[in-house]
């Protein structure tokens, strides 16, 4: 069997398994919501003076409440990561992709104290591509970034039009950032070359825009491989 093909099946192989467990992981959260519920239900009924702690267990059950609901969303957008291997290449809104991304992405855009964000494109603009390495290119621009900089600030992303070609553009915003200094500061890392590569597969090419530092992601309306 052909290396490229061998990569494939492992790639599938570990987003079935996630997908499975997650599926798991969000029935617990669903039993979990239940039993808090019920606990609502019967904290109603009982008289104030007769619990003279009942205040605190419903701000508690707020917050129970609440973090399940963080907890659902995040099984559910890892849910949809780890179906992304299994057909390609398929239609893909990149408005969807890019919200997912920021899910997927927040923990390590908060490690810097970043605000990470979408600005989505209206209407929404569908390309055919490869879902895993769209991901990719997303996750490798953020941490390109994210590299680059000490701390604070906002990153957005934000599908649009230029020039009828589809583009997905990773923005940093920061007031007290040198900007002529950071497209240059992009372009010489590391990472630069690995998502030029993967950009290449994509049918695309990756760019930097100034004076506001932002990678611009070229993608063709549909890929070729």
């Not at 390309?127 to 590299?147: G, K, Y």
Request: aromatic share 6%.
């Amino acid at each position: 069997m052909e290396p490229d093909r061998i990569k494939r099946k492992e790639v599938a192989f570990f987003g079935r398994i996630t997908a499975g467990i997650t599926h798991e992981i969000k029935n617990v959260l669903a039993i979990i919501q239940e039993s808090a519920g019920l606990m609502e239900d019967v904290l109603e009924v009982i008289e104030d003076s007769a619990f003279a702690h009942k205040d605190k267990f419903i701000k508690s059950l707020d917050r129970i409440r609440r973090q399940i609901q963080r907890g659902i969303d995040i099984t559910t957008c890892l849910n949809w990561f780890a179906h992304s291997p299994d057909r390609t290449p398929v239609s893909l809104d990149l408005n969807e992709t890019s919200q997912q991304m920021v899910l997927l992405a927040s923990r390590f855009a908060r490690l810097k104290n970043v605000a990470l964000e979408t600005s989505p494109s209206d209407p929404p603009i569908v390309i055919t591509s490869d879902p895993v390495s769209l991901e990719m290119a997303l996750f490798e621009s953020i941490e390109i970034l994210l590299r680059a900089i000490d701390a604070g600030g906002k990153i957005t992303l934000s599908p649009r039009k230029v020039q009828d070609r589809c583009v997905l553009g990773i923005g940093y915003e920061n007031a007290a950032l040198v900007k002529e200094d950071f497209p240059t500061q992009i372009s010489s890392s590391e990472r630069w070359a690995s998502l030029q590569q993967t950009l290449t597969y994509l049918g695309g090419a990756a760019k930097t825009f100034g004076p506001t530092p932002e990678i611009l992601l070229y993608l063709p309306d549909s890929i070729d491989n």
